[in-house]
């Protein structure tokens, strides 16, 4: 699944897959403006998608992850 979710001033792009029974991975993208571009960030892991997701969503808000270009 892909979504596109604003936090602060930045986009970011986030990618789930299933990486095993109850493991998933949820790839984390900043989306550039002005550039027809993502740039990968991090990524986090949770036993659904849906904690994977939240673990991003809470990773994305930290303001040591947020990029300025």
């Known amino acids: 699944m ?3 979710e604003m936090v602060g001033g930045s986009i970011f792009v986030l990618k789930t897959r299933q990486v095993g029974p109850s493991c998933w991975c ?16 991090f990524e986090d892991f949770g036993e659904s ?7 991003a969503m809470h990773d994305a808000h930290g303001p040591h992850q947020i990029q300025h270009h």
Do not use: G, K, L, P
């Open 2 to 4: 892909e979504r596109v």
């Open 26 to 41: 949820c790839d984390v993208y900043e989306r550039i403006d002005n550039v027809a571009a993502e740039s990968f960030m």
């Open 49 to 55: 998608e849906t904690e994977a997701i939240q673990m």
